[in-house]
Nanobody
């Protein structure tokens, strides 16, 4: 069906930048359609939280904690979702997950609203 593969995580100092990528891989024979997609993150002992989302029309949403620092985008020519993260802070340290195929009418921050998830990529920001 659909497989999401994240990459781009790593360790940076506070104030640095990283760009996460999420490649959408479609099983041959599966009828591809554009999904609403999102980035979530989960720090140790915390719940998974929505970071940013982009819908089928390219409209975006962001969590208040990262507004002005992170940008979500997608390249439909190669089925890849991106998260550009600038001015990183230690509190941004988490495992970052890509999610796809949000159910109709579901708020973008609802974890169980997505049908597909990647395996995650780790981001560590040191002070």
């Amino acid at each position: 069906q659909v497989q999401l593969v994240e990459s781009g995580g790593g360790s940076v100092q506070a104030g640095g930048s990283l760009r996460l990528s999420c490649a959408v891989r479609i099983t041959p024979g599966y009828t591809y359609r554009r999904f609403a997609m999102a980035w979530f993150r989960q720090a140790p002992e915390n719940e998974r939280e929505g970071v940013a989302a982009i819908d089928e029309d390219g409209n975006t949403n962001y969590a208040d904690s990262i507004k002005g620092r992170f940008t979500i985008s997608q390249d439909n020519s190669n089925n890849t979702l991106y998260l550009q993260m600038n001015s990183l802070k230690p509190e941004d340290t988490a495992m970052y997950y890509c999610a796809a195929d949000l159910g109709p009418g579901t708020l973008w921050t609802v974890v169980i609203g997505y049908n597909y998830w990647g395996q995650g990529t780790k981001v560590t920001v040191s002070s």
